[in-house]
């Protein structure tokens, strides 16, 4: 079936520290990809997404690169900032189907 | 209004009660998703609604679910019978199109007791 895994959390890490947060994905056909960001209080918002092998989404300072090949979609960030801790979750969607995929979330914490 | 509106935003009902959750897209979009977030699931499609085609109903955990979409725009999604298990933040989202950015709304937390 298809299928999103992510690493555990909670991730912890002081300000400035880099940042991955693994996604590797199962999928039948060729998915696109998501992170989207729940910050506390807040709803679930998309932070990047990438449609095809190789594509790179960024958005402000994070990357995620769509490899194929491992069938991952890593989140990185060179330098988190206390405003970076929320919750992140990984997501696919399957060409015809538009429904998300979710996996479980990483809690990211950035201490001062 | 500028983004998806869910009402209400917190709902706490008895076991066997049926209860009523709204959404509210962003207007203009044509697609219309229902998601649920629990402890024990992470979060998961229920439905979605595109159109004037029939809804994609494949996520829905029972016949005690269901959703409409009147007039294209505002969508309920109703629980009939609630059960403990039914214990969620039930999230909604809209996009311009299908396989558009999907918006997601604030979510209604349903505690069953």
């Known amino acids: 079936g298809n299928s999103v895994t992510q690493m555990e959390g909670p991730v912890t890490l002081s300000e400035e520290a880099f940042l991955t947060i693994n996604c590797t994905y199962t999928a039948t056909g060729y998915p696109s990809l998501f992170w989207y960001v729940q910050y506390p209080g807040e709803g679930l918002q998309l932070l990047l997404k990438?449609?095809?092998?190789?594509d790179k989404g960024s958005n402000k300072g994070f990357e995620a690169t769509y490899r194929k090949e491992t069938t991952s979609f890593h989140l990185e960030k060179g330098s988190v900032q206390v405003s970076d801790s929320a919750v992140y979750f990984c997501?696919?969607?399957?060409?015809?189907?538009?429904?998300?995929?979710f996996g479980t979330g990483t809690r990211l914490q950035v201490f001062p | 209004g500028a983004g998806v509106s869910q009402s209400p935003s917190n709902k706490v009902t008895e076991k066997g009660k049926d209860v009523e959750l709204r959404c509210d897209p962003i207007?203009?979009?044509?697609?219309l998703y229902w998601y649920r977030q629990s402890l024990g699931q992470g979060l998961e499609f229920l439905i979605y609604?595109?159109?004037?085609?029939?809804?994609?109903k494949s996520g829905l955990p029972s016949d005690r679910f269901s959703a409409e979409r009147t007039g294209g725009s505002v969508s309920t999604l109703t629980i009939q019978r609630t059960q403990q298990e039914d214990s969620a933040v039930y999230l909604c989202a809209s996009s311009l199109e299908p396989s558009g950015t999907q918006y997601f709304g604030p979510g209604t937390r349903l505690l069953v007791l």
């Open positions: 207007s203009g979009h044509t697609a």
């Open positions: 609604f595109q159109g004037n085609s029939a809804p994609d």
């Open positions: 990438a449609t095809k092998a190789d």
């Open positions: 997501a696919l969607s399957l060409p015809n189907t538009d429904k998300l995929i």
